[in-house]
Each structure stands twice: as structure tokens, then as C-alpha cells.
């Protein structure tokens, strides 16, 4: 791992609240990154388990916060939205915008009018701010504090963020009764240091206890790198996450926070997830279809939902009560999975509810388990024959064992209905293979123009990806402009193949290329479709690893005919590759015919979902190897 070590700030200034200088306002580039569109000049947050007299506990967070707009694009940093739990509260909440005009420093203070609380679900509320007057070049203060009864609720100490940091510190101060569990991540070493402090208590328990305090800081933070196929950079940023473990006072208490997945198992069966997945009524029907082929039964029966209950395309993961979701026609991911669930139990299939941790929301942290690690729901089907697969019954683009590619996870936790039996662990990225086969039927005209169609099949995760891309495009035409661009050939007509709740879709493009020709030589490009390029992973070093979207089987074929006027000068040379570091190989090998035709053949397989930062390098040696395979040329000279 790349360890970067701390620097001196870059922007010297005073770091008392309300200190803001001109100097700060007029600051036009921030020199250690000056591509940046803002920057924190000060990001403090200080986390205290306070203890009274009687050993009462709650916590408070301190929030300060220095923000420098340097680029139209970097005004989003102001916009605040934060979560906290029921039992907590956020207070003093001070916000003041720094704008030069006329050559005066002139302050803006946000009106507490503006500062807007809502029930996000039953347990969880928000509060949400933005700071006025914004502009380029505006300097921004924010400051709040949240006190919350959850002491062992301590929130992570984030030391770098998606924009640079000119001064980062962050601390925990705790007393020595209470024992924590700390963890540290990143590529950066921030400064640590320890400190304690006697404190005297008015009790018959415990006279006094010493406070501790762990604090952590960095200079010229660098963004955490928005590197190219990295779904969640954010999982790599320095931060230090604790766990409170136990609180222990001698002869009085003992008590042990850390929680294990039992304990989870435990808190999620107190919520309406599984009664949800389960239940029995009239109302639903109208959703039951005739048994068949249990794939399609159970197809037709997510179409008859989806039907009648339209998906207001959040994913998240404990649905409504599904009778007044149906009522309403609208719900979200979990609440139309709880739907189709209720319905196929009903039918005598077995459905349970699976919890997962989306792939761009980071892994799930083994060192601090807790319920809310999970994001989504999805669905274990197990049919009355005996099979089992999965499903999100929410997305048109999905389908049985189809699953968005954000939730293709190692680690996907199963709550059988039955509550006499155990949540168990089921790995998903099995599901993850995309298949894919393009072929392409040429024919070099008398002309020298070459004609002729490119064919499409796409199955299991190949065919969820072209799906959304052509549902998020929004049109035929506007999806083959998108598969044109860049390449060689022009798209005379095109036939789209694909249903809307499906696990194929296919394509055909009639086309027509022209070849390069120099003298009596003609060198025509086999290559019609490239979806891989050597620009994909620029050089340099990598601090994030390289994830893929899906795991990837592609051939391609292309055959070319050839006229009798012709004849072949040289082909495309013969390829075979494999990677070091991860599982992927390649192959590329093209053959004349005895019928005057001419066949390339092109493979590649993926087999690795990431591939580690240590071992950039060596995908980039690969990707050149590969993408040298698409500059191949038929080389064909007139007789």
C-alpha cells in the first residue's frame, strides 16, 4: 500500500472560528492541487463520551468546518444533509458565508429559518442546511453539534475527503471505564497522539476517572483519488472507525457493547423485514398466475406486481406495509420484493429476505458490525422443485439471477422465515458472469467498401448492462449513436431485441465501412465494435483498486468474403495472453479459408471482479496487450 506522509499547510491562517482573513476570500488557486474546485482550509470534528456525577453517558460531537469555492462545480460541498438517530439531536447550527465586495469583507449568516429537520424512517431523521450567497471564491465556516444518548454510537473520524484538506484534526475523548476497539484505514499515516486528565466524580461507586484523549491530524490532505473504475473510492480514505466494547466499572457494572452478527441477526427480526416477506391476504390475489415453469411462474408473478405497484426507483432495505404499498401503486425496492415474496410463499415456493451491503457503499466491516452496514434487500428463492436463485424484483433491467451489478457481494446475509433457523452467509458474485457474443458477416464490395451486419446476444449480466444503458439513454436511435461513436463503421438500419423483464438482449446493425486503401492495398479493420482501450487505465500509480463491473465472457467473429479481384497480403498475427496478478486472458487468432473467405476469432475472459491497487501496473501491461489485439489489420491487394 502507498503511504503518504503528513505535510505543512499549504494556506497558513488562524484557526479560531470567525478568523477568516481576505487573504482566505482572495485565495483564487489552491497550489497543492490546483485543479481542485474546493478546498477545506479547516475540517475539525472533535467526539466526546461525556460521563457526569452518577456515571450517566451520552455523546456530543463538535463540527468545524473552513470551505474555500474555487470552481463553479465545487459549490455543492455547501449543501448539508445529516443523518442522526431518533434518540439524538443536532443543535447550533451556525453557518456564515465570506464574499469580497468592493474590496470589503462582507459576511453572510444563514437564518435559522433555513435550517430544515425531517423524519427520514422511524429511527433515523435529518437535518439539512445550505449556506447563502454562495459563490467562486466565497470562503465558508460551518459549525454544529450533535449530542445523542447512543454513546457507543461513536461516528467515524474522517481525516480526508472527496476535495483536498489544507488542515484536517479530529479526536476522541473518552473515559478509562470505557473500553473501545479502534481501527485505522487508509493509504496516509495522520499524526497521533495520546493524552489523559484526571477527573474527579461525586458517586459512592467511583471517586474518579481518568479522561482519554486519542487525537489524529494531517496537513495538504490530497482528495481521495476519483481513479478510474473504483465504485467506492471512499472506503480508502484515512478515517478511524471505533467500537465502544464494554463498559467496566469494578464491583458495579459490566457490560458488553460489541456486537456479532447473532446480535444483528437478532435486531433484524424485530423489524417488519421478515413479517413483510410473509404476509397472507386478499389483496394479493390478484398477483397470483397460473404455475408453469417455475422461472417464468416466477417472472409472471413479479411482472403482475410491478404491474399494479410502480417502483419510485429507490433501493433500500426494509419495505412499507406492503398492503398500504399496494393501495398506493408506488413503492420502493424492498417493499416490492416483500410484495413478490408474500405472493410465491403463498404459492408454496420459499422466499426469504437477503440483506446486502451495496458495492459503491464499501464492504461490510467484520471489525464494526452493526445493522445498519446493510443497504438493500433482494430476494432467496427456493423453488418447489429444489433450485435456488435470486432476485430484485424492483428494476425492469434485472431478472431471475440478474442482478444489478451493485450487488454482486462476497457477503450477502439470508434470513430464513423460519425463525428457528439461522442467517447464514451467501456469496452473489457467482451471478456476476456477462456473456456476450458479437459476430460480424462482411463482404468486400468491387468498390473497396466493405458491408455487411453485426450481431448482438447478450446474456445473464452482459444483457442487464445493455438494458439499462438503452433505458437510461432513452431511445433506439440514441443507444446505437452511443455504440457507433468512436468506431469505424456507419450504421445504415438497426433491429433492438429485448424485453423489458428479460435475461438476453440482442441487436443487429447493418453497416458499411470504408477501408483505408494506399496504391493497389486495401487494409480493412476486423475489429467493427472495441469496448476495451488503452486510455481506460492511464499511467501513473494507483492507491485504489481497479473494480469490475461484472465478470466478463466476450467472443467476437468476424468473417469477411472476399472477391475473386482480391487477394490476402497479410493478416491480423496470432495472440494469446494472460495476466499476472488476476484472472484474465485473451486470445485472438484469424485464418484464410479455403473458400476465399477470411475468419477472426477474438476471445476474452475476465474472471476477477478487483484487481488490487499493488497490481496496477500489471494491468495496465495487459490492457496495452490487449487493446494491441484491436489495431490488427487485414492487409488485401488487387489482383
Known amino acids: 500500500m502507498l503511504v503518504v506522509a503528513a505535510q505543512g499547510q499549504a494556506v497558513k491562517l488562524n484557526p479560531k472560528a470567525g478568523q477568516v482573513s481576505d487573504a482566505e476570500v482572495m485565495m483564487d488557486v489552491y497550489q497543492p492541487d490546483t485543479t481542485a474546485a474546493a478546498v477545506y482550509l479547516i475540517d ?67 437564518d435559522r429559518k433555513y435550517v430544515f429537520r425531517e423524519k427520514v424512517t422511524d429511527n433515523t431523521f435529518s437535518c439539512s442546511f445550505t449556506a447563502p450567497e454562495v459563490r467562486v471564491g466565497s470562503v465558508v465556516e460551518v459549525a454544529y453539534e450533535i449530542k445523542t444518548e447512543r454513546f457507543w454510537d461513536i461516528p467515524e473520524l474522517v481525516l480526508q475527503r472527496s476535495y483536498p484538506s489544507n488542515m484536517v484534526s479530529a479526536s476522541l475523548e473518552y473515559p478509562d471505564f470505557i473500553h473501545v476497539n479502534r481501527m485505522a484505514r487508509g493509504y496516509l499515516t495522520p499524526v497521533y497522539k495520546e493524552s489523559q486528565l484526571a477527573k474527579s466524580l461525586r458517586n459512592n461507586v467511583i471517586p474518579s476517572c481518568l479522561l482519554i484523549t486519542e487525537s489524529y491530524s494531517l496537513n495538504d490532505v490530497p482528495a481521495i483519488p476519483r481513479e478510474v473504475s473504483s465504485l467506492c473510492p471512499s472506503q480508502y480514505r484515512c478515517a478511524v472507525s471505533y467500537e465502544v466494547s464494554g463498559v467496566t466499572i469494578p464491583g458495579f457494572v459490566h457490560r458488553s ?136 424484483a424492483a428494476p425492469d433491467y434485472g431478472y431471475i439471477d440478474v442482478l444489478p451489478p451493485d450487488f454482486l457481494v462476497d457477503e450477502a446475509r439470508v434470513y430464513p422465515l423460519d425463525s428457528n433457523k439461522p442467517a447464514y452467509w451467501e456469496k452473489l458474485t457467482s451471478r456476476a458472469m456477462a456473456a456476450s457474443v458479437f459476430s460480424a458477416d462482411a463482404r468486400l464490395q468491387e468498390n473497396g467498401t466493405v458491408t455487411g451486419t453485426i450481431g448482438l446476444r447478450a446474456m445473464g449480466a452482459a444483457s442487464c448492462l445493455i438494458r439499462q444503458t438503452r433505458d437510461e439513454l432513452g431511445s433506439d436511435d440514441a443507444y446505437f449513436e452511443h455504440v457507433e461513436e468512436g468506431e469505424s463503421f456507419e450504421t445504415l438500419s438497426y433491429e433492438y431485441r429485448a424485453k423489458p423483464y428479460d435475461n438476453k438482449a440482442e441487436f443487429t446493425i447493418e453497416f458499411q465501412q470504408a477501408p483505408v486503401s494506399g496504391g493497389d492495398h486495401l487494409y480493412v479493420k476486423p475489429f467493427l465494435i472495441t469496448q476495451y482501450h488503452k486510455g481506460d487505465f492511464p499511467p501513473g500509480e494507483r492507491v485504489t483498486p481497479v473494480d469490475f463491473i461484472v465478470l466478463e465472457n466476450m467472443t467476437y467473429i468476424y468473417k469477411l468474403a472476399i472477391p475473386d479481384g482480391f487477394q490476402i497480403e497479410q493478416l491480423p498475427p496470432a495472440a494469446s495472453i494472460r495476466a499476472n496478478g488476476f484472472k484474465a486472458t485473451a486470445l485472438c487468432r484469424t485464418v484464410a479459408n479455403e473458400d476465399g473467405t477470411i475468419t477472426l476469432t477474438f476471445a476474452f475472459r475476465n474472471n476477477s471482479l478487483q484487481v488490487p491497487a499493488a497490481n496496477y501496473q500489471d494491468l495496465r501491461a495487459f490492457w496495452e496487450q490487449l487493446c494491441n489485439m484491436f489495431e490488427g489489420t487485414i492487409v488485401l491487394k488487387r489482383k
Not at 439531536?89 to 459576511?107: A, E
Not at 391476504?281 to 403482475?304: C, D, H, M, Q, S
Open 44 to 110: 475539525k470534528c472533535d467526539v466526546t463520551l461525556r460521563t457526569d456525577d452518577v456515571l450517566g453517558l451520552d455523546l456530543l460531537v463538535n463540527v468545524y468546518q473552513r470551505i474555500k469555492i474555487l470552481k463553479e462545480s465545487g459549490k455543492d460541498v455547501t449543501d448539508y444533509k445529516i443523518l442522526y438517530s431518533q434518540d439524538g439531536y443536532i443543535s447550533n447550527v451556525r453557518v456564515t458565508t465570506y464574499n469580497m465586495s468592493d474590496g470589503k469583507l462582507v459576511k453572510t449568516k444563514l
Open 257 to 392: 457493547y460489541s456486537m456479532k452478527w447473532p446480535d444483528v441477526d437478532k435486531q433484524v427480526r424485530e423489524t417488519n423485514i421478515i413479517s413483510q416477506c410473509s404476509v397472507k391476504g386478499k389483496f394479493l390475489e390478484p398477483f397470483y398466475v397460473e404455475p408453469g415453469e417455475e422461472k417464468t411462474t416466477i417472472a409472471n408473478v413479479r411482472n403482475a406486481v410491478v404491474s399494479a405497484v410502480k417502483w419510485d426507483d429507490t433501493f433500500n432495505m426494509i419495505p412499507e406495509n406492503i398492503r398500504d404499498v399496494v393501495k398506493a401503486g408506488k413503492g420502493s425496492s424492498a417493499s416490492i420484493n416483500a410484495i413478490v415474496a408474500s405472493v410465491l410463499n403463498g404459492m408454496g415456493y420459499t422466499v426469504s429476505p437477503v440483506l446486502l451491503r451495496k458495492r459503491s457503499s464499501g464492504l461490510l466491516a467484520n471489525f464494526y458490525v452493526r445493522t445498519d452496514a446493510f443497504t438493500s434487500m433482494i430476494l432467496k428463492i427456493e423453488t418447489p422443485s429444489g433450485t435456488s436463485c435470486y432476485m430484485d
